[in-house]
């Protein structure tokens, strides 16, 4: 849990620089940072998905994923539970459905817990104590929420509540996890992860095209699965 606490203060701390020095970003700056993270974003995403051994099983988590994910209606109430942050601590005039801390909430919350970094390192963090490719995790979160704070507000602040939750709760099952998640496995997970960052970069960093990113997450559990029932046969 050490790792995971220390990403959570990194995140605050460069969530409230963002917020104190914000206002003395040029706006054209803080757009064109945006789009660089979004670039960077889909990047990422892009070198993580060709890691994947057979695309066909990203394919199939994707689908069974959406499937869950709009049954659950995993986007609707990651908006609720900002809608609700933002009623209770953003300023009157800023509220609204389509409002930055929604949207910085929403953003900075899928791209501080989709990725191969934060599922090995709180699988490394809680079977060892090793918290060291969270402390690397930690620096990029760091800076990546002092410039979606300057931009996107107050929001990206309490996207630390989720990476406590997901993080958090990996390295408590770690010792669990850590019997059944094979190479396979997590090489899949990680190709999974890629699309679902390559979807966050150019629906809510670059504004292409609006994609319920949320509705995604459940994938991640299928890539696995499919994995392990195929060694089966």
Not at 88 to 108: A, D, L, P, Y
């Amino acid at each position: 849990m050490i790792g995971t606490i220390i990403n959570i203060v990194t995140i605050l701390i460069g969530g409230t620089i963002g917020l104190i020095f914000g206002s003395r970003i040029p706006e054209k700056l803080k757009t064109t940072v945006i789009a660089g993270m979004g670039l960077f974003t889909a990047a990422m995403g892009l070198q993580m998905f060709l890691k994947s051994e057979n695309q066909l099983i990203v394919l199939g988590a994707l689908i069974l994923g959406t499937l869950s994910g709009e049954v659950l209606g995993i986007e609707d109430r990651l908006q609720s539970l900002g809608q609700a942050l933002e009623k209770r601590f953003s300023k009157e005039e800023e509220k609204g459905t389509g409002s930055n801390f929604i949207r910085g909430f929403m953003v900075s919350s899928l791209l501080f817990i989709i990725g191969p970094m934060a599922i090995l390192g709180s699988i490394q963090d809680g079977l060892t104590g090793d918290y060291n490719l969270l402390a690397v995790k930690s620096t990029l979160d760091g800076f990546a929420s002092v410039a979606f704070a300057s931009t996107l507000g107050i929001g990206v602040m309490f996207s630390s509540i989720i990476v406590l939750i997901y993080q958090g709760g990996i390295s408590l099952l770690a010792a669990q996890l850590s019997t059944i998640v094979t190479d396979p496995m997590m090489n899949e997970m990680t190709a999974t992860g890629g699309v679902l960052l390559l979807g966050l970069g150019i629906s809510n960093l670059l504004e292409i095209k609006k994609i319920r990113v949320g509705n995604f997450l459940p994938a991640l559990l299928f890539a696995p699965l499919i994995v392990w029932i195929i060694s089966l046969f």
